[in-house]
């Protein structure tokens, strides 16, 4: 597969300026912006008040701003990357709809990635996305942004410095971004709160899924990607070696001999949200830890159609 081309371009020009100005009147573009109309309008005013061929100075205030070209050197898209103290915030959008579909923005996510670490010095860079953005979405989970938690219906991602240059290091990227419904998402937290502990380490065990859930991305179930484990999901798992089909079930429908795995298990808390393919780690009733393999997802109610199970 060939990788998708960007370079981001420091110089923003007159034209460019017009041609941000036309992408900002699309409101597929601009669906999920948060501040559009505020960007719109102040580069109009730059472009009416300003008659200068190159206009960078006036885009580059609280931080950097690109222009993102092609391998055609056509301009295709933005990024800015807005600074406080030791800290980036970064924008990105594909402006040209013509070029949707062919993988730009996370080329460009990427590309970014490299000015902030490397020539502006962030040591963490942050991301905040609409919600109903699911391509942004999973562009920054495998670009290795760590999802912070949904606050008014905004994702907050970020990742360090140190983080960054661990993938390079190792040629990967590893995302701790689980999946879950807003459904079982409720159903959940509902029982978290209103259990009553009769141990530290039942607990400790309700607490880690309650954090889970806080981190998880919530996606509408007719959007679910179909190789997630939710709730009721049935998959194949390879545990030390051992091959067993196991169901992610209730409390209320837990039972051992038939490998249906309450969600307040130790196995049913490492296993809700993750993927086929994933490797989960898991710590034995020993302390020691071991690895579950996600081998496949043999049944999964959203993909079915059965939304309320």
């Given at each position: ?18 041609t ?5 009147q699309?409101?597929e573009?601009t669906?999920y ?6 960007v719109s309008?102040d ?5 009416n ?6 206009l960078?100075?006036f885009?580059n205030?609280?931080g ?5 070209y092609n391998?055609?050197n056509e ?11 030791n800290?980036?915030?970064i924008?990105?959008?594909i402006?040209?709809?013509n070029?949707?579909g062919?993988?730009?923005g ?24 609409d919600?109903?953005n699911?391509r942004?979405v ?8 760590k ?7 905004i994702?907050s ?8 240059l661990?993938?390079?290091?190792e040629?990967t990227?590893?995302?701790d971004?689980?999946y879950i419904?807003e459904?079982d998402?409720?159903r ?5 709160d209103?259990e009553?502990f ?14 889970e859930?806080?981190k998880?991305i919530v996606?509408?179930?007719e ?5 997630v484990?939710?709730m009721?999901?049935k998959a ?10 196991i169901?992610?079930v ?7 001999e ?5 969600i307040?298990s130790?196995?049913?808390t ?8 994933d ?11 071991t ?5 496949e ?5 959203e ?5 309320h199970l």
């Open positions: 597969m060939k990788v998708p081309f960007i370079f981001l371009c420091p110089e923003i020009t007159r034209e460019n300026a017009l941000l100005i036309k992408w900002m699309d409101e573009v669906k912006l948060t501040d559009t109309q505020d309008e580069i109009k005013n730059v472009v008040r300003v008659q200068l061929p190159v960078t100075h885009f205030q609280n950097r701003f690109f222009m993102a391998k055609k301009p295709v898209g933005f990024v800015r990357l807005a600074t406080k103290g800290e980036s915030e924008v990105i959008a402006g040209d709809r070029n949707w062919q993988k730009l996370p080329c460009t996510i990427r590309e970014s990635m490299k000015v902030a670490f490397f020539e502006m010095r962030s040591e963490r860079l942050i991301a905040k996305i919600k109903r699911l942004s999973k562009a920054f989970i495998n670009a290795g942004f999802s912070e938690g949904l606050k008014n219906d994702y991602f970020s990742i360090t410095m140190e983080d960054y661990l993938s390079i290091k040629g990227v590893v995302s971004a689980i419904t459904f998402k409720e959940l937290k509902r029982i978290i209103e009553i009769t141990s530290a380490k039942e607990e400790k065990l309700f607490k880690k899924l309650e954090k859930l806080d998880a996606v509408p179930p959007e679910l990607p179909q190789n484990i939710t009721n999901s194949l798992i390879d545990l030390d070696g051992e091959e067993m089909e169901s992610l209730f409390p209320q429908d837990s039972d051992w038939e490998n249906k795995l309450s307040f130790p196995i049913g490492a296993l809700i949200g993750y993927k086929e393919g490797t989960v780690e898991w710590e034995l009733p020993t302390g020691e830890k690895e579950i393999y996600i081998k997802i043999v049944y999964q109610p993909a079915a159609g059965h939304f």
